[in-house]
């Protein structure tokens, strides 16, 4: 039982960075890589595609994910903004 839970941690950990790229709810856009690297680092980046926000709301939204403790450059959390902005605008 143990090996076989072992070998399917080592199976997810190897299939990890090949998954990297399959989070169906994030289009394509640009900053899309940016996202993903900096806003899986701590929960799936598809939880973004659940709001709807004009570009000042993201902004606010990106903000505080900062300040929970994501690790980006002020470049890279701009660059995210703008995609989640261009990706998920007001409804
Ligand atoms: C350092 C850890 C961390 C990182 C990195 C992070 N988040 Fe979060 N995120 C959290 C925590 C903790 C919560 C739940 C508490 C909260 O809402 O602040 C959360 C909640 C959320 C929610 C749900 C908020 C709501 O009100 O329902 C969204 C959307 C979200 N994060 C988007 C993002 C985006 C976009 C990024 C990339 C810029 C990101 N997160 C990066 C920790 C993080």
Same mark, same amino acid.
Not at 40 to 50: K, L
């Given at each position: 039982m143990k090996l076989v839970l072992a070998s399917a941690l080592g199976l997810f950990a190897f299939a990890g960075p090949a998954l #990297?790229?399959?989070?169906?709810l994030l289009p394509d856009g640009p900053g899309r890589d940016t996202t993903v690297r900096v806003c *899986? $680092?701590?929960?799936?980046?598809?939880? *973004? #595609? $659940?709001q709807s926000l004009d570009a000042p709301g993201w902004k606010a939204l990106v903000d505080q994910m900062a300040n929970n403790g994501a690790n980006a450059t002020d470049a890279e959390f701009d660059t995210i903004a703008k995609y989640l902005a261009a990706s998920f605008p007001p409804k």
């Open positions: #990297a790229d399959d989070f169906k *899986a $680092q701590c929960h799936s980046p598809e939880i *973004a #595609a $659940q």
